[in-house]
């Protein structure tokens, strides 16, 4: 498969990891100069973010291989075990960091500086992050048919798209806490609310996230068109 047409097919993937990858670099950045805890999460959460998709990626990669001898149904389901294994990455790593972040600035404030960068570098992510999230939704929308969303949620057999779609839902919303814990340190003068959006944002992680099943019944509105070629008809002798 040539590079472009291989890009092309998996936009959404490469679109949320090169946004990602520069918005980690930013955070982290802003992260170290004003010493919050709230954007040093949000860069634990596009650290995370990135290499879900390269965990997708190669999920895909693996799954379009022929089918050979052993394997005479292909290998699609992989997909299906590296998209578990992203939502792991998500509650363990992502999750985890954050809250222990959020709970050490709690426990121990430090006084943050001059919020502007943070704020800067906030908006960035989120113009960055909206732009992903604005392919997820291009390409969703174009793939679920008369379906309605959380039906075609459910529906879906190509976990790549939705993973995405909720990861970057989850980014945006992620941004406007931390935005908000940054604001709220400075405006009540409590460094501690840094901390606490920290916390919220990792916790926010742990939300209960759509099932990609391997192994599930054909659904109804194409069962019932393949059963009635199987039915049996009484005939005239």
């Known amino acids: 498969m040539a590079i ?17 990858l520069g918005i980690a670099i930013a955070k982290f950045f802003a992260a170290s100069v004003t010493g919050s805890s709230s954007m040093l999460s949000e860069g634990f959460h596009s650290v995370v973010d990135s290499l879900n998709q390269v965990l997708l990626l190669y999920g ?7 089918p ?14 590296w998209a578990f294994v992203v939502a792991i990455l998500i509650f363990s790593v992502g999750a985890g960091l954050s809250v222990y ?19 800067i570098v906030l908006g960035v992510a989120f113009l960055m992050e909206g732009a992903s999230w604005s392919i997820a939704i291009r390409q969703f929308a174009s793939s679920k048919g ?14 790549a ?14 941004l406007i806490v931390a935005a908000t814990g940054v ?40 069962f019932r068109p393949m059963s009635s070629i199987f039915t049996i008809r009484p005939t005239t002798p």
């Open 161 to 174: 798209i939705f993973v995405v779609l909720f990861e970057d839902s989850a980014a945006l919303a992620g």
């Open 4 to 20: 472009g047409s291989y890009i092309r097919q998996n936009i959404v993937l490469f679109g949320a990891l090169g946004a990602n």
């Open 101 to 119: 972040e959020g709970y050490i600035h709690w426990m121990s404030p430090e006084e943050l500086s001059d919020p502007a960068i943070n704020y």
């Open 68 to 81: 050979d001898r052993d394997h005479p149904f292909g290998y699609g389901r992989e997909l299906y075990f």
């Open 146 to 159: 008369d379906r309605g969303w959380w039906q075609a949620v459910k529906q879906s057999k190509d976990p």
């Open 183 to 222: 604001w709220a340190s400075h405006y009540f003068d409590m460094p501690k609310l840094d901390g606490a959006a920290s916390m919220v944002i990792g916790m926010a992680l742990t939300r209960p996230r759509p099932k990609a099943r391997t192994g599930a019944v054909l659904r109804r509105d194409r």
């Open 60 to 66: 895909q990669h693996r799954g379009d291989r022929a």
